[in-house]
């Protein structure tokens, strides 16, 4: 192995097993052996190919291990809340800057103790979102397949119990980094990758309308949640400046296209604004906004470390339940955000040091 790997023109993490199959042929990889290393760097967490397997020529093995590197993160911090026990880490790649990872622990069903890991895709994020920690960052690079793979691999050594899903909801909006996100879903699912259900992992977007679509043309088997917090267009442009991009219509469009080529029901998440976005009217003009249009609405508390917005009280929030149930009349779950007392809840992740 090379002693500086981020020089190597070939990272493992960094490449599907087909495509480590296409740069490695001319060594005399085969594709079996392509998913055979794969299999070895990714499910059994080598951080050096093998010296030796059944019926490979050693210095087969010996070429391919010039030729690629296994890169790693740096563990900076990790941060266990007590209240709850999601995990925050702080990792660094490539670059200065460092980004974080959320372990969420599904914990609820003694018999299947499994957790989430909710991944960065970007360190910062140019979309500005008012009420999150990392659009007030603006943005500072795109996370490449690599870094993105390895925060899932990182927690899952790190962890009693195994993990079972991939949210794409932490720094950055990952369709804007959508080559490198997708390859990376990529690696996750496959058997010979981190083998996650491609229904368990999604892709979290606030509305890049031109990648929905091609999001939507390539049939990726991903689950695909939109964030879109207010469906009334002046108050969404003051909170989610890309409204001012790809204004509702549009994106509303690109949403129905997307129902209509999978038939799947679509989730829209909805950021708990006190006072702003949990008006009857609010849940009027989302009714009307999708009409006849099969959604799931996912409620979740702001988490705004400035304080200057805040969650809905209870009764707050029941009456705008009661609203959505009256006005939409589709399912409507409030997602717990945990792990706010470590600063790991939805919107705050801003590439610090665990408090």
């Known amino acids: 192995m090379h002693e500086t790997p981020w020089a190597c023109p070939i990272l493992f993490k960094d490449h599907s097993a087909t495509e480590l199959h296409a740069q490695l042929a001319s060594l005399g990889v085969t594709a079996r052996l392509a998913r055979r290393l794969q299999a070895a760097v990714l499910r059994g967490g080598a951080t050096e190919l093998p010296r030796a397997l059944p019926e490979v020529p050693r210095r087969l093995l010996e070429r391919v291990g010039a030729a690629t590197a296994i890169p790693r993160l740096t563990l900076l911090d990790k941060a266990v809340s007590p209240t709850d026990g999601f995990a925050k880490y702080l990792f660094r790649g490539t670059g200065a800057e460092p980004f974080e990872t959320v372990r969420i622990p599904l914990l609820h069903r003694p018999e299947d103790p499994k957790y989430v890991v909710c ?12 009420f999150c920690a990392t659009g007030r960052m603006g943005f500072k690079r795109n996370l490449a397949t690599w870094e993105i793979v390895d925060q899932v691999m990182q927690v899952r050594d790190d962890s009693p119990h195994p993990v079972r899903g991939v949210v794409f909801m932490g720094m950055g909006e990952p369709l804007l980094n959508y080559e490198r996100v997708m390859r990376a ?3 996750l699912a496959e058997p010979c990758g981190l083998a996650i259900d491609g229904k368990a992992i999604t892709i979290s977007t606030v509305g890049v309308v031109p990648m929905i679509r091609r999001y939507t043309a390539e049939r990726r ?3 695909l949640v939109v964030s879109l917090t ?3 267009s002046a108050q969404r442009r003051e909170l989610l400046p890309i409204e001012d991009t790809h204004p509702l219509p549009e994106l509303m469009d690109a949403i129905r296209e997307h129902h209509a080529a999978t038939g799947k029901r679509i989730t829209l998440a909805w950021t708990l604004l006190s006072g702003i976005n949990t008006r009857p009217e609010d849940a009027r003009a989302l009714a009307e906004l999708t009409a006849g249009l099969p959604i799931r609405l996912d409620l979740i508390d702001v988490n705004d470390a400035t304080g200057q917005f805040q969650p809905p009280s209870r009764a707050e929030l029941d009456a705008f339940r009661d609203a959505l149930s009256a006005e939409v009349g ?5 997602r717990y955000s945990g792990g706010q007392d470590i600063h790991g809840g939805c919107g705050m992740l801003a590439g610090k040091v665990v408090p």
């Open 185 to 187: 879903a990529e690696i």
């Open 230 to 232: 207010s469906a009334i």
């Open 221 to 223: 088997p991903y689950r």
């Open 330 to 334: 589709m399912p409507v779950a409030r």
């Open 119 to 130: 991944v960065s895709s970007q360190v910062g994020c140019a979309l500005g979102c008012v």
